[in-house]
């Protein structure tokens, strides 16, 4: 898709349906900004009621035109679209921007379906198409606009550049984040502002911008994601080229989620969900718009810090608190230098100060020749900092640039904090700068903003680049595809589906009288719990229908009575399919492994600690299946509890190595599920102390679309 879009990005003719001079009107500005912005292909303005319009030609309809254009602007009606498009199909145009409005942002039945009959006409003909209700693209490499934004009124004012921006929204892209771009020295690429998209969507503009040569960072704002798989496909293709994703994903809130769907009729998908899949997929989350091209700045320059060490120096110390507090909160550490650094800066600083990281050099420093840039080269390579942050307040030209100079030899990121001005020369400015290349930040916390998330992208990327872990052995797909087409699933049937990927539970047997029940138990060889096997009881305990803890044969005797008795008075139709005679597993620590279906991902692996916890504390990590040892070892370390499993106030330690491996197997179930509409959950999987593994104590399985089966 992202070498088919070429020509929509860049025609070699355009044509514009609702073509006007009325600077009033939408099809007026666009025509406007089509012609000012330099493109240099045949303009085909189209109005049957027109000669010209802007002093261009203008035709009565697309059969007039003497060629084919490779991209059509329609501004019409919305009950006149459809027509237009069937005109495109006759004449053999590939590529349309539907700029108009009234489809499926009204949510209502009659704008989704006048929608899906765009879709339906473009198919039919051939033709992709942008929108609708969208406000355009803007191509800075290849001087091509079809947009109505002011944000470029007056031409192609701004150098093309490295960054891409790519929206729904068409102020929040063009205005919020493009326009305020370029003020702050950054070039742009290509931006698109795609509206409802109702055919081509939002993750064709990203590959795009991932593929295209002259983009370093793709930064999106995103109030929907059609496609979870094809967005693993495309954040993985940015991964592969080393390029970094910077996205706003509204619907953090449920006002938010409220306001997207409302906006563009979108669906958005649980948010935790979503937040944990970005991270996983090196996509870099961030909330609001000057977060978006503040990273860029730093993150187009290609330097990937080794770790999340910091240094700092300035001749203002308290820019250097502000910095070393701001960057705790992040993630970043400010480490000591080596005695080697430490010996090499010592003749280099005052008497009165020391080389403590951040780095004080004080106002002694003040017009001392070199110093700053000495200083700076020695701390930059000392082996424990993997990003160097220099600090300028009002400093002249020549300190300016040489620092600058410094930072753009580095081989580690090195933005630049400049909270001042230059003190010799006007004409050097922040934006000056970047538009030169450096990354430069008036205030610490959009600098060290920056920082975290360029380390966060590294480590990213080298884990991106280890090999993918294999599929744990011992498993038997086969066998729990024939489980899967079963039409209810008790207790007993999860249990079997999660032995097919190496998750056992103690010692059970599923008995039909006392006296079976009493062997069992015996044969067990301890305290045993009971629990009626019902496809009509998700809520056996609810129904009385569980007995704990019972040891010897009359009191297995009455238990089994009793839990018999209890599920007959609590549902007297439920169908009793014998009695679960279990193995008591005592001693370690409950947790929770499940797999949800996400409206966005599909299947999605959620870990957390079991029983009452979970519903209580929400303390739940979650990832896209499968998962590796590295990434099951991650997710439990999100957790706010995980400190319980490395045992606390003389409790045993559990066995990690053995959850870990359960995580990855179960992973393997979730992945192997696909689009079935399948949830299931273990909850509690007891964690035995150190050496004596895991054991699934309760599972369930839940077909979508009916009620809860096997739950306790």
Same mark, same amino acid.
């Given at each position: ?27 007026? /500005? ?39 254009? =490779?991209?059509? +602007? ?13 005109? &495109? ?9 539907? *700029? ?33 209700? &969208? ?80 983009? @370093? ?19 993985? /293709?940015?991964?592969?080229?080393? @390029? ?6 509204? $619907?953090?809130?449920?006002? $938010? ?7 563009? +009729? ?7 969900? *979503? ?16 977060? %978006? ?31 070393? !507090? ?77 620092? &600058? ?16 001005? &230059? ?29 975290? %998330? ?5 480590? *990213? ?64 060889? $301890? ?16 129904? +009385? ?25 609590? /549902? ?37 600690? +079991? ?43 559990? =066995? ?9 197997? *179960? ?11 399948? !949830? ?24 979508? $679309? ?7």
């Amino acid at each position: 898709m992202a070498h088919a879009l070429t020509r929509f990005f860049a025609p070699r003719s355009v044509a514009f349906i609702g073509a006007t001079e009325d600077l009033g009107k939408f099809g007026g /500005r666009c025509m406007r900004q089509l012609i000012d912005f330099g493109y240099g292909g045949a303009i085909y303005p189209i109005n049957p009621k027109r000669d010209q319009v802007f002093g261009q030609r203008c035709y009565p309809s697309l059969a007039a035109l003497p060629e084919a254009p =490779d991209h059509v +602007g329609i501004v019409l009606p919305g009950p006149a679209v459809v027509g237009a498009l069937v005109e &495109c199909g006759g004449r053999g145009v590939p590529f349309a921007t539907v *700029f108009s409005a009234g489809f499926g942002e009204q949510g209502t039945e009659a704008g989704r379906a006048a929608q899906a009959q765009l879709v339906a006409t473009a198919r039919a003909h051939g033709i992709r198409f942008m929108g609708p209700n &969208c406000n355009g693209l803007i191509n800075f490499t290849d001087s091509f606009a079809l947009t109505s934004t002011g944000a470029i009124t007056g031409g192609a004012l701004r150098p093309a550049g490295d960054v891409a921006v790519v929206s729904q929204s068409g102020g929040a892209g063009q205005v919020n984040t493009m326009w305020r771009a370029q003020e702050a020295g950054l070039g742009i690429s290509v931006q698109v502002s795609c509206g409802n998209d109702a055919d081509l969507d939002l993750l064709d503009y990203v590959e795009f911008a991932v593929e295209h040569p002259q983009t @370093k960072v793709v930064l999106v704002l995103a109030e929907r994601i059609a496609s979870g798989a094809r967005l693993r496909q495309v954040a993985a /293709r940015a991964a592969a080229r080393r @390029k970094p994703i910077v996205m706003i994903k509204f $619907g953090r809130t449920e006002a $938010g989620s409220r306001a997207a769907a409302s906006h563009t +009729g979108a669906i958005t998908g649980a948010d935790a969900v *979503f937040e944990a899949a970005a991270r996983q997929l090196g996509l870099l989350r961030v909330e609001d718009c000057p977060e %978006l091209y503040e990273a860029a700045m730093l993150l187009r320059q290609g330097r990937h810090p080794a770790g999340t060490g910091v240094a700092a120096l300035s001749i203002s110390g308290g820019n250097l608190v502000l910095l070393a !507090e701001t960057g705790a909160g992040l993630g970043l550490h400010f480490p000591g230098y080596t005695a080697e650094t430490t010996a090499k800066l010592q003749p280099l600083l005052p008497g009165f100060t020391g080389t403590a990281n951040p780095t004080d050099l004080s106002a002694g420093a003040i017009g001392a020749k070199d110093l700053f840039g000495q200083a700076t080269r020695l701390i930059r390579d000392d082996p424990g900092v993997d990003t160097m942050v220099p600090v300028l307040t009002i400093a002249p030209a020549a300190d300016i640039r040489a620092t &600058c100079a410094l930072a753009a030899e580095s081989a580690k990121p090195m933005p630049v904090l400049w909270s001042g001005k &230059c003190s010799d020369d006007a004409g050097i400015t922040p934006a000056a700068l970047v538009a030169a290349g450096h990354a430069v930040y008036r205030d610490p916390l959009p600098c060290l903003r920056a920082v975290a %998330l360029a380390a966060r992208h590294a480590a *990213f990327l080298r884990r991106f680049a280890e090999p993918a872990a294999p599929r744990p052995a011992g498993m038997d797909q086969a066998r729990a595809a024939t489980l899967l087409r079963a039409e209810r699933f008790t207790e007993v049937e999860a249990r079997a589906l999660l032995a097919c990927y190496g998750l056992h539970g103690p010692a059970e047997a599923l008995v039909a009288d006392a006296a079976a029940a009493q062997r069992a138990a015996a044969g067990m060889g $301890g305290a045993v719990a009971l629990k009626v096997a019902s496809p009509d009881l998700p809520h056996k305990t609810e129904a +009385g229908a569980v007995k704990l803890g019972l040891l010897g044969e009359a009191a297995v005797a009455a238990g089994y009575a009793e839990v018999l008795a209890n599920a007959r008075a609590y /549902r007297p139709d439920a169908r009793l399919e014998g009695v679960l005679v279990q193995e008591m597993v005592t001693g370690g620590q409950e947790m929770l492994l499940g797999i949800t279906q996400d409206a966005t991902f599909g299947p999605v692996l959620a870990v957390g600690f +079991g029983g009452i916890l979970v519903e209580v504390l929400k303390d739940v990590a979650f990832r896209l299946p499968p998962v590796s040892p590295a990434e099951a070892e991650a997710m439990l370390r999100e957790l706010r509890l995980f400190p319980l499993l490395q045992g606390v106030r003389g409790a045993p330690a559990s =066995d990690l190595p053995a959850l870990v491996a359960a995580i990855c197997r *179960f992973s393997w179930l979730a992945a192997d599920l696909g689009e079935a509409p399948f !949830e299931v959950e273990v909850n509690p999987l007891i964690v035995l102390p150190q050496g004596r593994g895991v054991r699934v104590v309760d599972a369930l399985v839940v077909r979508r $679309g009916q009620s809860v089966i096997g739950a306790d």
